[in-house]
């Protein structure tokens, strides 16, 4: 009988665990904001500046830049002039340890090349636990692997890296780092959250 129970104890601290470990989708508030700091030491904010009854979500950053985001909080218009088809495919909500799911091909205008146009897919590599400490304090979360492929129309091609630690109990970014082999070492990014204000739903 004490090994029955010994065993369903494990089950149910197994089964917990499991759950811990996922990120649903996070539900934004106009107004909510998270300051982050880059490797150089230079902090930035981006606060959430309109929500649609969607789902769909805008992001103003402290550079001017306006990112909108769709319901499944994928990346879809960055700045004026780039739009990304569908979408700049990432990992799907909700976000769970050891599911690999999400990622695709999307493309969009290069930037900084007129006319060029950018045929990309995200691949996601690894979804894993773990704690990180960074400005903000230390967290429970949850990292994502990804690598994205891309060719330009000009024939150009190569591939960036990026891993993402979200936190279990804000279900928000803490840490981004990403590098571009087709730009080198100017292209790392390296940036972890200082501190956040007037989150929406983190239940």
């Given at each position: 009988m004490k090994k029955l129970f010994a065993v369903a104890v494990l089950a149910?601290?197994?089964?917990?665990a499991s759950i811990a470990q996922k990120i649903?989708?996070?539900?934004?508030?106009?107004?909510?904001?998270?300051?982050?700091?880059?490797?150089?030491?230079k902090r930035y904010r981006q606060t959430v500046t309109e929500v649609g009854q969607d789902g769909t979500f805008a992001v103003l950053s402290s550079s001017g830049t306006v990112r909108v985001y769709n319901a499944d909080q994928q990346l879809v218009q960055r700045g004026g002039n780039v739009k990304y088809s569908p979408a700049w495919l990432g990992p799907?909500?909700?976000?769970?340890?050891g599911e690999i799911k999400g990622g695709g091909s999307f493309s969009y205008p290069h930037p900084r090349k007129p006319g060029v146009t950018v045929n990309a897919k995200t691949v996601i590599k690894s979804i894993v636990p773990g704690r990180i400490t960074v400005p903000a304090g230390t967290f429970d979360a949850v990292k994502v692997d990804t690598v994205v492929e891309y060719k330009l129309s000009n024939g150009y091609s190569n591939y960036l890296e990026q891993s993402v630690w979200y936190s279990i109990g804000q279900k928000r970014p803490i840490k981004f780092q990403?590098?571009?082999?087709?730009?080198?070492r100017d292209?790392?990014?390296?940036?972890?959250?200082v501190r956040c204000?007037?989150?929406g739903s983190t239940s």
């Amino acid at each position: 009988m004490k090994k029955l129970f010994a065993v369903a104890v494990l089950a149910l601290l197994v089964a917990s665990a499991s759950i811990a470990q996922k990120i649903a989708k996070p539900i934004h508030a106009v107004g909510e904001w998270c300051e982050y700091q880059e490797i150089n030491g230079k902090r930035y904010r981006q606060t959430v500046t309109e929500v649609g009854q969607d789902g769909t979500f805008a992001v103003l950053s402290s550079s001017g830049t306006v990112r909108v985001y769709n319901a499944d909080q994928q990346l879809v218009q960055r700045g004026g002039n780039v739009k990304y088809s569908p979408a700049w495919l990432g990992p799907s909500f909700p976000i769970k340890v050891g599911e690999i799911k999400g990622g695709g091909s999307f493309s969009y205008p290069h930037p900084r090349k007129p006319g060029v146009t950018v045929n990309a897919k995200t691949v996601i590599k690894s979804i894993v636990p773990g704690r990180i400490t960074v400005p903000a304090g230390t967290f429970d979360a949850v990292k994502v692997d990804t690598v994205v492929e891309y060719k330009l129309s000009n024939g150009y091609s190569n591939y960036l890296e990026q891993s993402v630690w979200y936190s279990i109990g804000q279900k928000r970014p803490i840490k981004f780092q990403s590098i571009d082999y087709g730009i080198g070492r100017d292209s790392k990014i390296d940036d972890s959250l200082v501190r956040c204000g007037g989150l929406g739903s983190t239940s």
